[in-house]
């Protein structure tokens, strides 16, 4: 797993990071544990086009890495109905409770029983009406509801913890942010004003507000304090 930004130096952007990365030990996972053991767990997606969840190009997990290779080898993560429903979901979901009525592929059901994956519980992260990523727990035995209310209360957090690396390193270049266009987003982050910005910043004041509407519409907000607040989400602009 990758702690740190200099580990990462060896990439040239978010394509080129290995999709499918092993997170055994990691601090934050082992703490999580202790709170409620489980036997594996998986985040997936970036609020990044290409990146989001369902497109398995973005996975933190330790579930086997042989598990791993057939399931999308085989492109289960395309077919399998529990996660096909789980990407329009705005809620926890539980795997005995959605497929009670659904008949999953026999080779599915193989490959979940032979690496004991067993009570998939997902948790979907969204932006507005969009599921961009999502934190899964298995366990041998289901979950209590306890700790599913557990689990939904820091499941963002948790996706936020695993994949800040990635997007602290990534995120403004997969978006195409300019360094103007982050300087005076930051500012304004503060609450400066156009002209306070251009005296902190050198730029002139149309520059600025050209700068600011870029990033705005880049990020994919309606105006600019929007702007600021998916910045800060995203890890964009402290």
């Not at 109905?81 to 979901?89: D, T």
């Not at 730029?203 to 509407?213: E, L």
Request: with cysteine; aromatic share 10%.
């Amino acid at each position: 797993m990758f702690r740190r930004l200099d580990e990462l130096d060896q990439y040239v952007d978010l394509a080129s990071v290995p999709r499918h990365r092993f997170i055994q030990g990691h601090p934050f996972i082992e703490r999580l544990r202790r709170a409620v053991p489980f036997d594996f767990v998986m985040v997936s997606g970036l609020d990044i086009d290409k990146f989001r969840f369902g497109t398995a190009q973005s996975i933190d997990t330790d579930f086997p890495p042989a598990f791993l290779e057939a399931y999308y080898e085989e492109r289960y993560h395309l077919a399998d109905p529990f996660v096909k429903l789980s990407s329009v979901s705005d809620g926890v979901v539980i795997e005995s409770e959605v497929l009670k009525d659904v008949q999953l592929p026999a080779r599915l059901t193989y490959l979940l029983d032979t690496f004991n994956v067993k009570n998939r519980t997902l948790f979907p992260i969204r932006r507005g009406e969009t599921t961009y990523g999502c934190v899964g727990f298995t366990r041998t035995t289901p979950f209590l509801p306890e700790e599913v209310q557990f689990f939904a209360a820091i499941a963002e957090a948790t996706h936020a913890e695993i994949t800040r690396p990635l997007v602290e390193r990534f995120a403004a270049v997969e978006l195409k942010l300019s360094a103007g266009e982050l300087i005076c987003l930051r500012l304004a982050s503060r609450g400066l004003t156009s002209e306070q910005i251009a005296r902190e910043s050198g730029y002139q004041v149309d520059t600025v507000n050209t700068y600011i509407k870029h990033a705005t519409r880049k990020i994919g907000a309606s105006n600019r304090t929007q702007a600021i607040a998916e910045g800060i989400r995203r890890r964009l602009i402290d």
